[in-house]
């Protein structure tokens, strides 16, 4: 079985960016937040801290807080159940549920995401056996969620949908490597149109289904 290696990038058009500025978080602010999202959102499961399982690349401060990168890395036996992606300070925090079929043997997901301000970012994934493991890392960046994603809504909705996908070669035979992109503005519900100036309707992807085979 190939091993697979997946970019989920969201694809903006003409994005542009609001110069927020960011309130002066402490880095705690996070931590702070970080035990009750974590009872609500697991309960009273327990969770392990950096044991290797799965790892988090994100940058220490974005240049862009609309389309911020982060990557999940996952190691070991990847008897992977499910990959989630909880920004502690955003709006919404569960930026990302990613179930992955009993066969995918993902080696990594990489995505863009929104971040709001200053924050925590927790990487946890779930495995086989139902045990859960968390890597955080501290992400400065703020005022992405109200950042216009289009400059164009019309246009924006004339090209909704639409979907590239690339496969890059490997020197390993059983690693297989792609990515895939699709066009949508992605509307937070929190940006504002510079013309009417009402707030755009909330409109984003809330679920993306990939097979294999």
Not at 48 to 76: H, S, W, Y
Request: hydrophobic fraction near 45%; aromatic fraction near 8%; charged fraction near 25%.
């Amino acid at each position: 079985m190939s091993r697979w290696r997946l970019f989920l990038l969201g694809f903006f058009l003409n994005l542009v960016a609001l110069g927020i500025a960011a309130p002066p978080y402490a880095q705690t602010t996070g931590q702070e937040i970080w035990p009750s999202l974590l009872k609500e959102l697991f309960q009273d499961r327990p969770i392990t801290d950096n044991d290797g399982v799965v790892a988090l690349d994100a940058p220490v401060r974005a240049e862009d807080a609309a389309i911020v990168p982060m990557r999940l890395r996952f190691e070991g036996p990847l008897d992977l159940k499910s990959a989630m992606l909880v920004i502690d300070q955003n709006p919404m925090p569960m930026a990302a549920n990613f179930t992955l079929g009993s066969k995918a043997r993902v080696g990594f997901i990489e995505t863009r995401v929104r971040v709001n301000s200053y924050t925590t970012v927790h990487a946890i994934a779930e495995t086989l056996d139902g045990r859960l493991h968390v890597q955080a890392k501290f992400v400065k960046a703020a005022g992405g969620c109200s950042a216009p994603a289009v400059k164009d809504q019309e246009q924006a909705k004339a090209h909704l949908g639409e979907m590239r996908y690339r496969e890059f070669k490997s020197a390993d035979p059983m690693r297989r490597e792609a990515q895939i992109m699709l066009r949508h503005p992605n509307n937070s519900g929190m940006q504002l149109d510079q013309l009417t100036r009402l707030y755009i309707p909330a409109h984003f992807i809330d679920r993306l289904e990939i097979r294999q085979g």
